[in-house]
């Protein structure tokens, strides 16, 4: 699971380990929520549930929806043996053997075996109904609790573009638009904008809008954090260049090794992008 990041959930006094690359697709532990049940082998737990026949229809019709590489036949061989004695499967196994992509099964300090939500909420149900729905609770807790940094987030760095935005257009108005008439003073701020677009998008906001009729908005209203943090900074150093009497053609070029440089290193800041950034600091 590349570019993780590890939260907690906490249900009837037993604490979950939930790892996400997005904050869409969640791993949840199913070792910890094993633990309800055995606190001393959760393996056992898992291993018993796995070689049931209803669990095996539920993962492998999971894995049919969600993986183009699933081994159906494998699981098909798995299908017809289980509810035989001698029957037995493992989180590994099943990853082994079928391409599976809705379990994860991790070593060290917390390692463990981890399931995509929907599956971990099909094991907690098979554990007890109600421990499921105390993890549910929290799980909706910790959703809400990101969704709100996220918009946050997104919203301080949307208004930190505008204010540039300001400034940029500013510069434009002093040092380029003198003589010209108000149609070519909408014209010329229509320009310098999607230079920044360009740059840092690929493409015009015109170009954009008819590729996105459906879409309310323009292009910068769809932009990630990072993004916006960048088109600040464009913004800033376009005003600059402009003052410096720096021509078009050549402030795009340099616009556009700024927009490739700073997205390349916020990337590589940390698995978690900006957002660990701002969650350290809180």
Known sequence: ??????????????????????????????TDIARYKNTDDPRFVIQNWMRNRNTLEFIGLWEALNNADF???????????????????????????????GFISKSGRYGGTYAHYDIAMEFA?????????????????????????????????????KINYRIHTDAIKTYLLVDLTSEQLSYKYASEADILNVALFGKRAKQWREENPSLKGNIRDYASLNELLVLANMESYNAILIEKGVKQKERMVE?????????LSLERLNDDGLLSI????Q
Do not use: C
């Open 71 to 101: 081994n159906r036949v494998q699981f098909d061989t798995f299908r017809n043996e289980a509810g035989l004695n001698r029957f037995t499967m493992t989180p590994q196994k099943w990853i082994d053997s079928t391409n599976a992509i």
């Open 255 to 263: 616009l556009r090794k700024l927009a490739r440089t700073q997205l």
């Open 278 to 281: 701002e969650n350290k600091d």
């Open 1 to 30: 699971m590349p570019k993780q990041k590890k939260d907690t959930i906490e249900a009837q006094g037993f604490s979950i380990q939930i790892y996400t690359e997005d904050f869409k697709n969640d791993y949840i532990s199913l």
């Open 125 to 161: 149900s098979w554990i007890s109904p109600e421990f499921k729905l105390y993890i549910i609770q929290d799980y909706k807790r910790l959703k809400n609790d990101e969704n709100s940094k996220l918009s946050i987030s997104w919203n301080l760095h949307r208004e930190i573009s």
